[in-house]
C-alpha cells in the first residue's frame, strides 16, 4: 500500500506560480515512476507530467512544457510540480499517482490505469 498526500494548491492570478508537493509513504522503496494528472471541470482526466525513480527520466505534456518541472526529493518521500507562468486554462484538480510495476526506468507511462495509486487531489485555480 502506498498513501498519497497532494498540497500546494490554490487560488492565483494567471502569470502567477504554484508549487504543489505529493508525500509519499508505505511501499515507498518500490515506486518506480511518479506522475502528476489533472482534471478540469467537464474534462477528463489527463497526463501532466512524469518522473522516474531515478529522476534521470521526466515526460511534461506540450502544452506545460517550459512551464512546469517535476522534481522528488527521496529524503522525505515527495515529488513536487513547480508551475510558473499559470493560464486560465490550467484550472483543475491536480492529482499525483504512483506506479509500483518496473519496466524501465525510462518508461514512464501517460495512461492512467498504468498508475497504481492516487492522491485526493488538489484544486488549482488561475484567475485570468
Known amino acids: 500500500q502506498v498513501q498519497l498526500v497532494e498540497s500546494g494548491g490554490g487560488l492565483v492570478q494567471a502569470g502567477g506560480s504554484l508549487r504543489l508537493s505529493c508525500a509519499a509513504s508505505?511501499?515507498?522503496?518500490?515506486?518506480?515512476?511518479m506522475g502528476w494528472f489533472r482534471q478540469g471541470p467537464g474534462k477528463e482526466r489527463e497526463f501532466v507530467a512524469a518522473?522516474?525513480?531515478?529522476?534521470?527520466?521526466?515526460d511534461y505534456l506540450d502544452s506545460v512544457k517550459g512551464r512546469f518541472t517535476i522534481s522528488k526529493n527521496n529524503a522525505n518521500n515527495t515529488v513536487y510540480l513547480q508551475m510558473n507562468s499559470l493560464k486560465p486554462e490550467d484550472t483543475a484538480v491536480y492529482y499525483c499517482?504512483?506506479?509500483?510495476?518496473?519496466?524501465?526506468?525510462?518508461?514512464?507511462?501517460?495512461?492512467?490505469?498504468?498508475?497504481?495509486?492516487w492522491g485526493q487531489g488538489t484544486q488549482v485555480t488561475v484567475s485570468s
Open positions: 508505505g511501499r515507498t522503496f518500490s515506486w518506480y515512476a
Open positions: 499517482a504512483v506506479r509500483l510495476r518496473y519496466y524501465s526506468d525510462s518508461y514512464l507511462p501517460r495512461a492512467i490505469e498504468q498508475y497504481d495509486y
Open positions: 518522473i522516474s525513480w531515478s529522476a534521470i527520466n521526466t
